[in-house]
């Protein structure tokens, strides 16, 4: 367990009214940054949507980003999915929003519709942890092994569920990052097409830490140019694979411009974090 999640009570429900206005503000600025960037790119408006990446955050800090505009949101630690999924559960209920998985058939398509908040994880697996997210999430965006995808395949089937998922992809070959080998990219995403109980919904990757925008950039085009792969080869349980994840708060306006659908800003829309 993370240590900040002794001292800070991570289901803690109220917010101080100056708190949440930072946060409205925050979440404003974040979406002009959006728009203004779709426009640079020449992309249509509202092709990308803001994921706000909440680690280190409480509930009521979530609460007031959803309230200000979030309509997607992602947790690093299965720990901290499990102690916050109840309190957002109900109180996005309670403003007529269904949040993260949604088990039966008939209400998922009813979550298609309606006012749904997809809630994903974005931070590594550990095979022991995936019953603690299973029954909270939409999509884990963090699948980067074939072994890890059988797994969660293998959960998901025994639940009688779908589940949807993301191949996160190395572009930058950084050694401290998660991810698979570019060079499986292709391979992995048509295997993990064709397992029951998965909805292979895209491809994640986090941007190279690095000064030079060419070197951020290319990576991101390179992803891109790995989903296109993958739509035109059709392999069956691939037609799904559309979304690209990628671009944080330091580098949403390069993803954009790679063709990102979704960004995942943490630091933009909260502020810095106390906690690492
Ligand atoms: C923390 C995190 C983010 C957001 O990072 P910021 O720099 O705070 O925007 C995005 N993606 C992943 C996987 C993260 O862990």
Not at 125 to 142: F, R, T, W, Y
Request: charged share 25%; hydrophobic share 45%; aromatic share 2%.
């Amino acid at each position: 367990m993370a240590a900040y999640m002794e001292h800070k009570n991570l289901a803690n429900e109220t917010i101080a009214p100056a708190r949440a206005r930072e946060i409205a503000d925050n979440v404003r600025r974040t979406l002009d940054r959006i728009a203004a960037a779709e426009v640079a790119a020449g992309r249509e408006p509202g092709s990308v949507s803001l994921l706000a990446a909440t680690k280190t955050r409480d509930v009521g800090e979530i609460m007031a980003a959803i309230d200000a505009g979030v309509r997607m949101i992602g947790e690093n630690r299965p720990q901290e999915v499990q102690v916050k999924a109840p309190g957002l559960v109900r109180l996005a209920a309670a403003r007529g929003f269904s949040l993260g998985a949604v088990e039966s058939e008939s209400a998922q398509e009813s979550a298609q519709e309606s006012a749904h908040i997809p809630f994903h994880l974005i931070g590594q697996l550990q095979s022991n942890k995936i019953g603690k997210v299973l029954p909270a999430v939409d999509c884990i965006e963090s699948v980067d092994a074939i072994a890890l995808a059988e797994k969660i395949a293998r959960r998901a089937v025994a639940r009688g569920t779908t589940v949807g998922v993301m191949l996160e992809v190395n572009e930058s070959g950084e050694e401290s990052k998660s991810g698979c080998p570019p060079s499986h990219a292709i391979d992995f995403a048509q295997r993990i097409g064709n397992m029951g109980g998965l909805r292979l919904q895209g491809l994640m990757t986090i941007g190279a830490h690095v000064q030079d925008e060419a070197t951020i950039r290319a990576g991101f085009a390179h992803l891109r140019k790995v989903r296109d792969q993958i739509l035109a080869e059709a392999s069956p349980g691939t037609e799904h694979c559309t979304e690209l994840s990628m671009g944080m708060t330091q580098d949403m306006e390069l993803a954009i411009r790679e063709g990102a659908t979704i960004v995942r800003a943490g630091t933009a829309v909260f502020g810095p974090r106390a906690f690492v």
